[in-house]
């Protein structure tokens, strides 16, 4: 399995960034998907997630709802995570995980994922 982090980059504040994470191995819409960050000297964070086989429902932290938006299409086994009005706190690198579980909430501690990707780094100046 693997998943294939991608469409990191330098953006300046308020500007927008789009997270693809290319699953191989797997099919991702048979997964629960999720985006994870990680800030230098700081832990994992949940961002968002897309439960399997419906997605409709999604979960955000609260530090992105409202900016962030996770998608998937399944005709290129990809997950999405678009970021609009990205703020310097939004730097880190990003995650995407998958789990087989049917998961009904957000699922936020990472170390339960099956799978996760290399990550993609995400740095936003002032």
């Known amino acids: 399995v693997q998943l294939r982090a991608s469409g990191g980059g330098l953006v300046q504040a308020g500007g927008s960034l789009t997270l693809s994470c290319a699953a191989s191995?797997?099919?991702?819409?048979?997964?629960?998907m999720a985006w994870f960050r990680q800030a230098p000297g700081k832990e994992r964070e949940f961002v968002a997630a897309?439960?399997?086989?419906?997605?409709?429902?999604?979960y955000y932290s609260n530090s992105v709802k409202g900016r962030f938006t996770i998608s998937r299409d399944n005709t290129k086994n990809t997950v999405y995570l678009r970021m609009n009005s990205l703020t310097p706190e939004d730097t880190a690198l990003y995650y995407c995980?998958?789990?087989?579980?049917?998961?009904?909430?957000?699922?936020?501690?990472?170390?339960?994922?099956?799978?996760w990707g290399q990550g993609t780094q995400v740095t936003v100046s002032s």
């Open positions: 995980a998958a789990d087989s579980r049917l998961i009904l909430s957000p699922m936020k501690t990472w170390s339960e994922y099956d799978y």
């Open positions: 191995g797997i099919t991702t819409n048979s997964y629960y």
């Open positions: 897309v439960r399997r086989f419906d997605s409709s429902n999604t």
